[in-house]
């Protein structure tokens, strides 16, 4: 059987960690690396330094395995020439999931989700003016990916629609 990984995106500028699902692909296509990175900018749009990196997600999951590898990441760039980065550093978070969990909170917890899988919850690398310059079309791809596929009811709105969806007998 093969293990998962959980990736951690570390920030040195915002002194946090966000969680995101494995990948396996083309770099390029990453798209929720991309989306996750855009966020990690100054407001001049100088990108933030940051660090990828992967961990068994049957370790991550663990609390105690989870604050021992948090520890040895700040003991890791404490003996790199820094100061240490402190302990709030680790505000680890899983962005997409809170993301995901905000959004179902604002739809007052109701399965009849009205923007699943819209171009409003589009998760996408943040190309648009370069694709514009370009003269490009906007961005879409098979692979796309969206913030209902974090959602804490995901499973239960894909039946409920699949069920409006599908072919009656």
């Given at each position: 059987m093969i293990d998962e990984n959980i990736r951690l995106l570390l920030c040195h500028n915002c002194h946090t960690i966000e969680e995101l699902p494995d990948y396996d692909g083309n770099p390029d296509e990453d798209h929720l690396l991309g989306n996750l990175v855009n966020r990690h900018a100054y407001p001049d749009g100088t990108k933030h330094r940051g660090h990828l990196m992967k961990v068994p997600k049957k370790y991550w999951e663990k609390t105690h395995y989870k604050d021992e590898i948090v520890k040895k990441i700040n003991d890791t760039v404490a003996k790199g020439g820094s100061d240490g980065l402190g302990t709030e550093y680790y505000n680890t978070r899983d962005a997409f999931g809170t993301d995901a969990l905000q959004c179902f909170k604002?739809?007052?917890?109701?399965?009849?989700?009205?923007?699943?899988?819209?171009?409003?919850?589009?998760?996408?690398?943040?190309?648009?003016?370069?694709?514009?310059?370009?003269?490009?079309?906007?961005?879409?791809?098979?692979?796309d990916r969206y913030l209902c596929d974090f959602c804490p009811v995901a499973n239960a709105v894909r039946q409920k629609h699949f069920d409006k969806t599908a072919p009656k007998d």
């Open positions: 604002r739809h007052h917890r109701n399965l009849d989700c009205s923007d699943w899988k819209s171009d409003k919850v589009r998760l996408t690398p943040g190309t648009v003016k370069e694709r514009k310059a370009a003269g490009l079309p906007k961005y879409r791809s098979p692979k």
